[in-house]
Every structure is written in structure tokens, then in C-alpha cells.
DNA sequence: ATGAAAGCGCTAACAT
DNA sequence: ATGTTAGCGCTTTCAT
């Protein structure tokens, strides 16, 4: 904190100006440009924020704000986003969002908001638990982008970047059908929670089209949570007609259900075919190997981080913008083939 | 942002310093508090961080290093730090340390507590993989306080937040002695990260107690991954002489043995007695309900919250501190009695 | 208890 | 290309 430009300049016998010009990549004579990489570097100069805050009403930090940081597929995208920022020179202030906690009772997304934006962030990328954007007023009127992350965008409010989970859903339940599976359970994330409407309609489409009937009983209304998958798998295993394939809607109730299935001692797949979204080391490699829908994480991240980025400076071209990524589906061996069993 | 301390002045009729004085704690008047604090609320009127940072010398930012942030565990303590902070008026820059990515390999610790320090925080919480303070050498220099969590205090480094492991650990291996297990397996974690070097004393110090052999085949190398727990069970199962406990030293590690278990078909505790460090939802769900060692997470972030404040604060007294929290353990159903089994 | 004024480190407008 | 300077919003002496 010690060593300021003024400093840089006395060191180099230059004007501070030239040095801030310096700093923010304006050009310098090629001696000079020595002459003040040198001192910068004896002196160990780094450039006081605070100030440069002042100046320039930018922080270069970003407010970020999601819940569910305890599955695999929030830490890492997190993890992503952070190093993406930082290599644009931002900074990252996160508040995590408590899923099971008082917080999706009181759902304080507005607190947090409006915390950050006092704290002065340049932009914000939010996951928010239902679509309802209240939450985003003073962002608005301070002109604060925002993305969303697992939310459409938002018409004069931000812009949204997410997973097709209708077609990996989709995708994941039609290979069910197709392996002669008619009766398939599910367990169901928060309703109001755009990824779990989607993983519900996608399911629901595919079992339409296939012109499949939809028991309520295999419908399990969860909430994302590994207890719920736990429970879901409780239930479906209590009913007299047992559904023969089960789909685990994210990565919490993936692992809930498959400690159910451990405990029940149900077999995979020869009593129940599985399969679940968000996809994880141990997926591959547990026996049998599990059929998954796999999120893009690291081009979710790239591409809120580039769309944040872009709004920050000022860019605003086709606001709001969706980003919509498609899943991959993991065929592996947690599917039993009905009709192959019919044959023999 | 726009509006600033001299609007409220102006607004108020008082001069500037008053209201800075105000807003800072100092007394005022009644009658101009009253002004003072209708004027703040009509105008929203929030103090510019950076303008206020650049008198001060501080961000009222507090830097936070730490892995493994897909466990629950983990995920926790970042959830409680974050509150506390909030509520003492700093905010929280997190960089999460990636556990089986690169970082763990290259080890950037020194290199992003560096980042946080240029960015100016007032303080750093840190968990490092192992115990090496070389990435402390500037916190040092420029006297910026350093907690470290799951480590001891070093002197004129850091301070320190941790729970008895060893103590956690040996108690819990003490009670599967108890029961009449001799042969019991452990997954350990990453060499020379205090946790899993304590674990692993906690185990070999309760099997010396009880004049128990301690076979290396049933000590398996871990690294904290739920891999390394599935390989474990993989590995214990797979010998002449199987244990009949074992014992998953954190949460991780833990999935991932549970997910062998039913992989293998092997019940708990019939075939196997389980018990686990770190303590979760679902472990008291399951059935059976899982042993396990609780770490006091919300004391932990505590603790660790309070001693930083003081140190932001000045308060050096006792420098460096060790606070070491003791963990509690939770006896329930997945530990077999084998005197019992005798008798039967 | 309140006010006037200096200045934290930097950027940006303007002058050279 | 480089230098001079005003001022961002706040805290903090120092007066009053």
C-alpha cells in the first residue's frame, strides 16, 4: 500500500500521467516503457484500486450469487467463473445462497442484491431460485448488468444464460422408452425453478410422444435436495406397481437416490434402470457405469462471463440476450434393456 | 452511486464532516440525527466504499482461499463465514482452490493470496493443503492478518482455526474397538494436510491404545476424493482377510465408500461397519444411520471471523493463537457389535 | 457539537 | 508522447 504511481514517476522522472497512461496500456516511448516496467518492478508497484475506483466508478468486481454450492456442479462452476474473471481483472464477491436453510423460506435474493450493489459491484450474475424479478429493481435503475445463470433472459433486466434441460431431459428419458422402459419414475426439482420446470416438461414430452401414460405416483415432487432424492426413491419402491427405470433430476438427488437404492438393496439395472442429470466423476466410474446428462459448465461460465463482461463495458447489443447450451447425454450401462430381456 | 455525502450535507444543512461523523459512529445532536438519518433515507444515501477505502486504507474486504468447495461440509463454513462478515461490514472475495484440478499439482496458493493482497483485502482466510507458509510471505510483509482454518497458528505468520481430528478420530475408532472390531480399514487423506495427518494419528493412536496390530493393508492412501473412498472399499474388499469396519475420514470420502458398498452388495454393519468424519444430511437418514464425527462448522467459521476482526483491528494480543474446536461424534446404527454377535 | 479544508492515489481533460 | 492539474467522495485534523 505504501508505493503509489507518484512514486513510479519521481523513480522514472516522468509524469504521474504518463505512468497511469502507461498502466492502462497507452502508449510510451520504448525507453521510457523500460524505465517504468523497471520501477514498477523494483519499487513493487501495484495500482490502488480505491483510487482508481474513485476515478473511474468501477470496482472491477462482480457480485456473484448462487445457491447449492455443496454439489459438484455449483463448486465448479463457480470455480470456472472466478478464474475467467480474474483473468479479465475482476474480482469475484460471492454470497452463497442456503438451499435447505431459512433462506428459501425468506428468500432474501434482494438483500443480497441490493448488499452488493452498495457494495459497488460492476456486475452481477445471479442463479435466482424462481423467476421473479423483483429482486433486480436497483439494479435497473443503477444500471448494473446482470446475468442470469439457469434463467431465460429478461426483458429490460438482464440477460440469461442457460442448459436446454427440456431436450437433455428429453433425451435421457426417450433412451428409457426406447429400451422398452413404460413405467419411470422421477423425482422433480423446486416448481418455479426454471432447470427443474424444464427437466419436469422435458420428461413429460417425452413420455407424450411416445404416447406413454403419466402416473402422478412416479412423479415424485422434490426439491433438489439429496434427502428428497432419498425420499423419491422410498416412495417409488413402496408402491405396489414399481416403476422399472428412474430418473435423478440433478446431481443432490442423484446421490440421495443411490444411497436409497444402496440401502433397499436394489440392484443397477436389473431391478431399476438409472439415470440422472448433472453428470460426476464417480458416475463413470461406480458399477455399473451411470447414464447421464452432462452440463457444459465451462462454457456456461465462459459465456456468462463474456456476456457480463461485454454489458460492463458498455456493449448492449441484443438486450437481453438468451444463451441457450445444449447438454451432452452419456449413454453408459445403468439401463437395462428391456427388450432384450424379452427375448431371452 | 450518485448520490454522496454532500448531498446529504447540503440536503441537511450541516457540513460535510458532521455527516461523516454521523455516519461513522460519532455523536451528533438529536435534532440533527433526526435530519441526519430522514435525509440519508429520502436521498438513499450509501457511502462510496472506494472514496472511503482511499482515507482509510481498507476495503472492509476479507480474501478467502479454500478447497474442496463441493462438499458439504465445505460449502457450509463458506455459508456461515459469508454471514458473519457480512454482518461486521466486510465483504467476501472468494477463490476456490481447486481439489482434483490442476491447482493441486502446481499449488497457486501463493500466487492467488498475492492477487487478493494487490486487490486489497484487509484480511485472509485460508485453507492450505499442506503446511507450507512460503504463500504467506507478503500477507507478512505488508501486516495483513492471516486466519488459517484447519491449520495451527504459526508464529509471526497466522493464527489458527481447527478441530481436534485426532481427538475426533481416535474416538471414534475407539468406540469399533469397543464393539469388538480388530480388523478395521481407513481411508486416509492427502499427506500433509493437518486433517488427514491428525485422522490418521487418531486411528493409529486408539488401535496402540488397545494394543491392536496395524496392518498396511488396511490403511489405504487417499487424497479426500469421493474416487479415493470408492477405491478404498474397492481395494479392502478385494483382500483374503477383509476388515469388518472402516472408517471414511471426511465427506468425500465417504460417498465415495458408500457408493462401492452398494456397488459390492455389502451391508452395513452386517457385513461391514461404517463410520465417517464429517457428519451430513443424509447420514442420519439412511438406514442405517450412519456414526459419524461432526465438525462444529458454524463455530469454526466463528471463531475464525472473531480473531480476524480483531487482528484487522489491531488486536494482536496473543499472536499467533491456536484455537482448536473439539468435534463431536454421533453414535447410531452402522457399527455392529461383535461381543453381541458372539453371544448369539 | 460543528465547520473548513487538506489530501488519500488515481484518471482524464487539456495543454504542450 | 509527455506534463499539469482538477477532482472523484470520503475521513481527519484543526479551528471554532
Redesign the pocket.
Known amino acids: 500500500?505504501?508505493v503509489?504511481?507518484?512514486d513510479v514517476?519521481k523513480e522514472t522522472?516522468?509524469?504521474?500521467?504518463?505512468?497511469?497512461?502507461f498502466?492502462?496500456g497507452?502508449?510510451?516511448?520504448e525507453?521510457?516503457r523500460k524505465k517504468i516496467e523497471e520501477a514498477i518492478d523494483r519499487l513493487g508497484?501495484?495500482?490502488?484500486d480505491?483510487?482508481?475506483g474513485?476515478?473511474?466508478f468501477r470496482t472491477y468486481t462482480v457480485g456473484m450469487i448462487m445457491g447449492g454450492a455443496s454439489n459438484q456442479h455449483t463448486a465448479a462452476l463457480i470455480s470456472e467463473t472466478q478464474k475467467l474473471l480474474r483473468n479479465r481483472g475482476y474480482s469475484l464477491t460471492f454470497i452463497p445462497l442456503g438451499m435447505a436453510e431459512e433462506d428459501i423460506k425468506t428468500y432474501r435474493l434482494k438483500e443480497y442484491v441490493d448488499y452488493l450493489i452498495d457494495r459497488g459491484v460492476d456486475g452481477l450474475l445471479i442463479t435466482p431460485m424462481k423467476r421473479n424479478i423483483d429482486f433486480l429493481k436497483n439494479a435497473r435503475e443503477q444500471k448494473i448488468p446482470v446475468v442470469m445463470m439457469e434463467e431465460r433472459g429478461i426483458e429490460g433486466e438482464a440477460d440469461g444464460v442457460m442448459v436446454d434441460c427440456t431436450g437433455g431431459s428429453y433425451e435421457v428419458v426417450e433412451h428409457l422408452i426406447k429400451n422398452g422402459h413404460r413405467k419411470i419414475g422421477i423425482v422433480t426439482g423446486p416448481r418455479g425453478k426454471l432447470t427443474a420446470d424444464e427437466r419436469r416438461t422435458g420428461y413429460i414430452r417425452a413420455m407424450e410422444d411416445y404416447g406413454l401414460p403419466i402416473y402422478k405416483e412416479y412423479m415424485i415432487e422434490g426439491d433438489y435436495t439429496a434427502l428428497s432424492g432419498y425420499r423419491s426413491i422410498e416412495q417409488l419402491w413402496s408402491l405396489n406397481e414399481r416403476p422399472t427405470a428412474f430418473f435423478a433430476t440433478n446431481y443432490d438427488t442423484c446421490l440421495g437416490a443411490l444411497e436409497a437404492i444402496r440401502e433397499f438393496g436394489i440392484r443397477i439395472p436389473e431391478d431399476l434402470s438409472f439415470v440422472t442429470f448433472d453428470d460426476f466423476d464417480l458416475a463413470a466410474v461406480i458399477r455399473p457405469h451411470l447414464t447421464a446428462v452432462r452440463q457444459p459448465i465451462a462454457k456456461i461460465a465462459e459465456m456468462a462471463c463474456e456476456l457480463l463482461y461485454r454489458r460492463m463495458n458498455g456493449d448492449t447489443a441484443d438486450f437481453p440476450r438468451t444463451i441457450r447450451l445444449k447438454p451432452e447425454c452419456f449413454y453408459r450401462d445403468s439401463v437395462l434393456d428391456l427388450y432384450d430381456r424379452e427375448k431371452v
Open positions: 500500500m505504501a503509489t504511481i507518484k514517476a522522472n516522468l509524469a504521474i500521467s504518463t505512468i497511469s497512461k498502466i492502462n497507452g502508449n510510451v516511448r525507453a521510457n508497484f501495484v495500482p490502488n480505491a483510487a482508481r474513485l476515478r473511474t
